[in-house]
């Protein structure tokens, strides 16, 4: 597999845009869009309809690496598209599927993403909904990446992967359990990045510096080849690495998902 | 749509996703009216409102009833809520909404599948800001929320005082200085003294100042000055009569218009000359009031105003229209809610019987309690209240409550939608159960003898007497407690404020001592969140742990439930109640006796009171009159009694105690009692062939069905040759 891919936080342009509900599609009031780029994917923005989406407007043409749909009650396989012009709609100058994953096993949507990095600069980027969804269109946040960046090098083997449903829990004297589902999953990686570069180490430092520490999420990639993309934080605001000979580097990496609250 | 439930099962199971959060009402001055804001622990999206994830921490909740002297309990809710994006902190500044003091909240309970379902939340709470949030830390804020009765004892917990309306200089202009400020009372029921046999009247009249008033309404002008005697602070629905010194003054009212009194002929004559209607109280500007008028050239005019002589009316106070034309409230429970609704929450000017509502249109009072207890009083006979609130002094809103609470011997709490709610009586158990092995959490149970609550003595004053004589008094025991505990413990004196009747008096302190005469068992213990669904206070829940009090513990005893505490964090709902075997409610002291027979026929008689007071009670049978027969005979002027076993509790023992005697040795008499409704024989008594009066205790066993049934007394003599007496002394219960 190729390097994990990220954002810096300040490539993540979606909220410069403009954004409105694509023609023939109604923002829900309660679910405003700005709630695609709050950069919180607890909290998302929705439409009235089962089809339909958003249009990102920036005035200008830009030219983008990659969209991800963080978060979503998108059915597994709908037809779901991004539509790129400069003349507004319903002229199309650019349009590529995305792809909607088949859901994890207990329920939770996959995060799909699309690579752009081969696609011109537009002024309208619109994600939209084709088929007809199960329920009204939500998605938690939209990332609208300027730029993917790789790893300087992927994890180094041994890494961990770590996965959370959180509940509270009581018993009675005879054992009893009782369980209420606080209703979130977190996952984390941990791990170190092994042998890299002085240039890599700080390309590292600069995600960090750019994130404000745990400060801003970002969108990370952990496998290139696999449509799935996780909204992160780091787990700490500090930024160390181990010299551990010229121009080689240790840097501890570790990665938490940003809470997406309650399946929407 | 149906409401959100939560089942012990689930819980079990693991498959519920509980969700509590907050709505804030912010009632501000620009527009909207009220910004609705909704904040949680997380955020959650799926429902057609989101729930913003804002809230870091909260206080548990804890609803209680009041004690057993009558004092709420306030319930107060705390939260810490994140502020990084300032939203509150503009939101204090802003000229528009920074009033927060006052606002409401209410607590909500929700699943995540409920909310996907569209089903309504259960609400937890309902309470109003009473001080200005606190910072926690930076960029945090403290919110703290009371209930709505709390928040009525005043801003940051100063007392306020009731009544709110007094005697102004701005309302009656030359009232003289002594009276300035003084509070304006109000009439509750029947008070009067007018089947005395000297009539004196029993509500002060106070003198407020003059008007001038027109003695030729419709002719030449002819205004002259009349005394102002205050009778209190709304209409009144009759002043039966007016004393001075004994002396009626009706008469005076009747014949001309030197004496106004309201309703009377003089008091239309000036008031309505037309129609002689005029109505029987006076506005002026916002406030109704009553009043009796005395021209100021009457004989008595310098004594009233001097205060060397003083008034005193025999009248009917508050009635349910508010203009002196509806019915005369009587029932004490109906006159505790008026003076929350009018005098604790309104302002009691014209309009009586105010609907109060939250923000969110829900009931702050549960009216239904109050119609409840007004049936529950019934039941014993204690539903006629009558007394004058304030008359003469200012009382709390703590104090004013708790007078009432113990004037009907009910408990008072927030419901689970933050109404406010009296309870008398023991319910039913209810549909859920809770079990150590499997409902009870490890740790959270404990059990405990509430000494504070014993009593076996209870003294009591009623009769309200506002002429400065000593008030009524009186005294319930339980003997079996004095006896067995080897010492007596004597309860606070209650004062019945609002009790003008001996029987009533006494019917409701011995309920009073019968809840304390054998040391009541509390307990509490914690469970998960299905009690939220399945009862609220004064609910009663079979207990079943290993640690109650017993040889094995509890098995399924009856705790009622008397406070309730919910903790958000944890997701813990705690109990707190009494064991009730030890406590009577007013039902289960009401077993009515049902005279069927002779001139007291379907009186209803408190078996409470005949129990507490080892009171004789006619119930059948005769001293003087015997009889002969060696079969069973009903006894002499029998009376069938009723006893309603459905309103007696379970364990309670129901004891027939009759009296028998033979004229010779050479005979024998036995006493039964005669199941009239099932016709069986539910008990039989041991022969006895004593020439003297002997006292023979029947205990009657409760029907396997449950349901109420007629008894009636029979005897049975050894011969036919000789007279035999049987006395059916009373009834009693035993808690």
Known sequence: MGESLYVLPSENIGASASITARAGSTADPNYPVANLVNLCPAIPGKILQTAGGWDFDYGAPVALDGIALIHHNLTAGLDVRVQAHNLGNPVEEFERAITIPAWDVDGWSVSPWIDLRDAPAYRFWTPYVVGVNAGPVAVGEIVMASTLHSLPTNLAPGFTEGEDHAVIEHRTTSGVSFIYLVGARSRVQTGELPAVTDAGAEAVRDLLRDAGGRGRPFLVVPDPDVNEAWFVRSTTSRFSRQRFKVDVNRVPFALEEVSRGLKL | MPTVSFTATEARAGTSTP???????????????????????????????????????????????????????????????????????GLFVDADDRYWISRQCALFVTTEDAIRDGDDPLVLFRGVMVEMPKRAGALTWQLTFQDVLTSQYGALFAERMLPERTISSAVFTDAPASQLGKPAPYVYGEKSDEGAAEPRGVVPLRYVGTEDIDRNPGGAPDVQTYLRLLVCAQASKEITEVYLNGSALGWIADAGIDVLIPDRVGWHALFDTIDLAAPPYRDIGSQRWTMVYVHSGLWCADDLVSGAAVLYANMQGIEATGDGSGTLITSRAAQFLWFLQNIVFGTANTVPLSTLEFADGSDQIDEASFAQLTTDLTSIGAQVGAGVFAPENFVSVRDAIAEWCRSCQCDLGPNQGGALAVHATLSSPSSMSAVDATDVIDGTFDVWHANDRWCNIAPYVYGANYRGEAWLSGSQTNPNSITHYKRTRRADEVVFTYVDSATVAAALAALKVSRGAFVPQRCKFGLGLWPLSLIDLA??????????????????????????????TRLIVTLEGTNRDNYAGILESAGVCDSQTGADSNRVVPLIALAAANRQQDLGGSRQVGGRSTDWTDAYEYRDVEINWPSIRAGAVVTAVIERRTVHASTSVTARLYNLSDATIDVTGAPSSSTNWTEEALVIPRPADGQGKLYRLQWQGGTATRDVFVVWIRLQVTP
């Open chain 2, 19 to 89: 969700i509590v959060y907050l709505e804030f009402y912010l009632e501000g001055l620009g527009s909207p009216a009220i910004t609705t804001y909704r904040w949680g622990d997380r955020s959650v999206s799926i429902g057609d409102e989101p729930i913003e994830g804002r809230i870091l921490s909260w206080s548990p909740i804890r609803r209680a009833l009041s004690n057993p002297n009558g004092d709420a309990e306030s319930t107060s809710l705390t939260i810490t809520v994140d502020d990084t994006d300032r939203l509150l902190a």
């Open chain 2, 539 to 568: 609910s009663t829940v079979p207990t079943t742990h290993f640690d109650g009090l017993g040889a094995t513990g509890w098995d399924a005893v009856s705790v009622r439930v008397e406070a309730i505490e919910f903790d958000p």
